[in-house]
């Protein structure tokens, strides 16, 4: 199984920017799907972005498209979330998650992944 680090979060201005990163640690990083969600207080876990085992492949949901950017790094085993422009609706704490897949697709679902961080808190103050 694979074991998953978040770090890189903390407290930033509205229209700032984070970079969360994720390293992975145990089987081989590039067989696994990877997603980020993110959970604010009172709600449910949603996802942000996910990314295909090459990288060749991204979702972001439409709260966050044109502002975050996910991206891998297969050779050192990390998973990056660049969030720019953040606005005070993005706080919440973000997980990074993976999936061990056969295809190199995109994976969306909460219910998709099996490995899963212990979260980062990112707040964006007003």
């Known amino acids: 199984q694979v074991q998953l680090v978040e770090s890189g979060g903390g407290l930033v201005q509205t229209g700032g920017s984070l970079r969360l990163s994720c390293a992975a640690s145990?089987?081989?990083?590039?067989?696994?799907?990877m997603g980020w969600f993110r959970q604010a207080p009172g709600k449910e876990r949603e996802i942000v972005a996910a990314?295909?085992?090459?990288?060749?492949?991204?979702y972001y949901a439409d709260s966050v498209k044109g502002r975050f950017t996910i991206s891998r790094d297969n050779a050192k085993n990390t998973l990056t979330l660049q969030m720019n422009s953040l606005k005070p609706e993005d706080t919440a704490v973000y997980y990074c998650?993976?999936?061990?897949?056969?295809?190199?697709?995109?994976?969306?679902?909460?219910?998709?992944?099996?490995?899963w961080g212990q979260g980062t808190q990112v707040t964006v103050s007003s």
């Open positions: 998650a993976g999936k061990t897949v056969q295809r190199d697709f995109v994976y969306v679902l909460l219910s998709d992944y099996n490995y």
């Open positions: 990314i295909s085992w090459s990288g060749g492949s991204a």
């Open positions: 145990g089987r081989t990083f590039s067989r696994y799907g």
